[in-house]
């Protein structure tokens, strides 16, 4: 069974994500959703305001709805939230709903490009020690992400660099039909 031409990035919050989910977008002439962004929308709230006036389960049914609603998309780069992909009917869902990429990142570097901004990230900031919380989260996480049907490492580089890399990985694997734009692109 051919799975839709849609590519899903997962990860931890700082792997680059939404950076390279929009460079990748734009590279291929798909769409970009970023379901952080319309669970905002929807809620007229921020994630971290829906976590603290609604609390992590009310964002996580939030979550799911979003991740529901994206089986009908096609030829469009999706990005969930670092822990969408934890819930399993979710995982399930994504798997069928596109080609999905784990971005993988090391504490090390997820702390160096989330620390400016913290106030994003609830789960976060809420701990005392957060590079502390990074490892841990990561260390319970990349099992789970690694179910995901490829991997890149994304320490040290860039968004362009990491769409670069998706990109070749698509004219090699080719998991759904696809023309690739000119070199020039």
Not at 10 to 34: N, P, Q, V, W, Y
Not at 46 to 63: C, N, P, Q, V, Y
Not at 73 to 95: Q, S
């Amino acid at each position: 069974m051919a799975i839709p031409s849609n590519v899903i990035l997962i990860g931890f919050m700082g792997s680059g994500k939404t950076s390279s989910g929009r460079d990748l977008a734009r590279k291929m002439g798909f769409g970009f959703l970023d379901l952080d962004e319309r669970i905002e929308a929807a809620a007229n709230k921020s994630i971290d305001e829906i976590f603290r006036t609604e609390g992590e389960l009310s964002f996580r049914s939030k979550e799911r709805q979003e991740v529901q609603a994206i089986g009908s998309r096609d030829h469009t780069v999706i990005c969930p939230g670092g822990g969408a992909w934890l819930d399993g009917k979710n995982r399930e869902m994504l798997l069928r709903s596109g080609w999905c990429v784990w971005l993988e990142v090391s504490p090390e570097e997820a702390w160096r490009r989330i620390q400016s901004d913290s106030s994003l990230r609830p789960l976060i900031q809420r701990s005392p020690e957060p590079f502390g919380e990074i490892q841990r989260l990561l260390t319970e996480r990349n099992p789970i992400y690694a179910l995901a049907h490829q991997r890149i490492r994304t320490d040290g580089m860039v968004a362009g660099e990491v769409a670069g890399k998706i990109l070749s990985m698509l004219r090699e694997i080719q998991p759904f039909p696809w023309t690739a734009p000119d070199a020039g692109q």
